[in-house]
């Protein structure tokens, strides 16, 4: 089966009573695998919301060769696959598993793996492996993308591509308790940025001589500056600028997947702030940061960039993140405002369980392959 030969027509109703099989390889298991593919799987395991519909949902690391195997399933995906080890698997499931079951192949991926800034850990690797991920988004029966942004870049590999939007697990965050219901007078202001490594040039970056990362230098003596008087949170990563004055900050090393949640909610942060370098590899990701500060809280102070453009303090600038912080932490009033109408911006999608996510997740796969529930 090959993605030329996906024809969109009428949709045919999947019969009743069905059974739809999803089958999930995920690479990455401390982030979007998770959020993408395991969660809604466990989800979906147990959904009752459509009649005469039951899913059996499985998800692996080890890639099952024997054709019988798959019998059983109606979509297969490969989440974020990028090596020659990937690209052959690929091709040994489109020459073999497909000549015996006509089940499809999707590229499920949440990132931009082609243009990553040089300062970036992971650009070597992606780098190295650019031509395979292209192979394999052509090859593919179908992508599933977690962005409109890298619908449009990946459309140039793949004619059957369709939108999935992250969502998180409410049986994991739990419910939502707004920041400023537990602020107490006096206190310092929490300010907090939670992710991952790569949103900074490390250290033996910086010494090749690559320099940047998604904290201007104005919002980096900004923080040096203010220490005495916010308590900043950084979790997960620092940049290297601040490493100096580290016991000034508190910092919380990365959790996994299954700790982070309730991390990140045990700090108890008045305000998030998500910064990100203008640029194609930042416009392609998701507001998945919007999600999560939502779920923890807090109100949000985010970039003017195309993941955020739904969110309501958005800076061009270091200088006007600075501004909205300050406001947003002398105005407890403005806070829970800004809260309110960030939580409204998605409070139908926020959460896999809630506003009929799982069913349009369902959908969208069956859609890629001219069916529907």
Not at 26 to 35: A, E, F, K, T
Not at 93 to 106: A, T
Not at 156 to 180: C, Q, S
Request: charge should be positive; charged fraction near 25%; include cysteine.
């Amino acid at each position: 089966m090959s993605n030329k030969n996906v024809k969109k027509g009428k949709l045919q109703k999947i019969k009743r009573p069905g059974r739809i099989g999803f089958l999930g390889y995920v690479g990455d298991l401390q982030g979007c695998g998770h959020i993408r593919v395991i969660y809604p799987y466990l989800l979906l395991n147990h959904l009752r919301d459509i009649p005469k519909i039951e899913f059996y949902t499985q998800y692996m690391s080890n890639y099952i060769s024997d054709p019988n195997f798959y019998r059983d399933f109606t979509i297969v995906q490969f989440q974020r696959s990028a090596t020659s080890q990937h690209l052959n698997i690929y091709k040994q499931f489109k020459s073999e598993i497909q000549k015996k079951f006509k089940v499809p192949l999707v590229y499920e991926i949440d990132d931009m793996l082609i243009d990553i800034p040089e300062w970036n850990y992971a650009n070597l690797y992606y780098k190295e492996n650019e031509e395979n991920v292209k192979q394999m988004l052509g090859m593919a029966d179908g992508v599933i993308t977690s962005t409109r942004k890298l619908k449009e870049v990946y459309g140039k590999y793949n004619n059957n591509i369709e939108v999935i939007p992250n969502h998180l697990p409410k049986f994991v965050w739990g419910d939502i308790f707004k920041a400023t219901d537990y602020y107490e007078e006096g206190n310092k202001i929490k300010i907090l940025w939670a992710g991952s490594q790569n949103h900074f040039a490390l250290k033996d970056m910086v010494k090749r001589g690559f320099h940047g990362g998604d904290f201007g230098s104005n919002l980096i003596n900004f923080i040096r500056k203010t220490t005495d008087i916010y308590e900043w949170n950084l979790m997960g990563a620092i940049p290297t600028e601040l490493e100096s004055i580290k016991h000034k900050i508190k910092f919380t090393p990365w959790k996994n997947i299954f700790q982070y949640p309730s991390t990140i909610k045990a700090i108890e942060p008045d305000i998030c702030i998500a910064p990100l370098e203008q640029g194609l590899f930042n416009e392609c990701k998701s507001d998945i940061k919007h999600l999560e500060y939502v779920a923890c809280g807090a109100t949000g102070v985010f970039s003017d960039i195309e993941p955020y453009k739904n969110c309501t303090m958005k800076a061009k600038t270091d200088e006007e993140m600075v501004s909205m912080i300050e406001k947003l932490a002398n105005d407890i009033d403005l806070r829970s405002r800004v809260f309110d109408k960030d939580h409204n911006n998605i409070r139908e999608r926020i959460w896999w369980e809630e506003g009929g996510n799982l069913k349009k997740y369902v959908d969208t796969y069956l859609r890629m392959f001219n069916k529907t529930l």
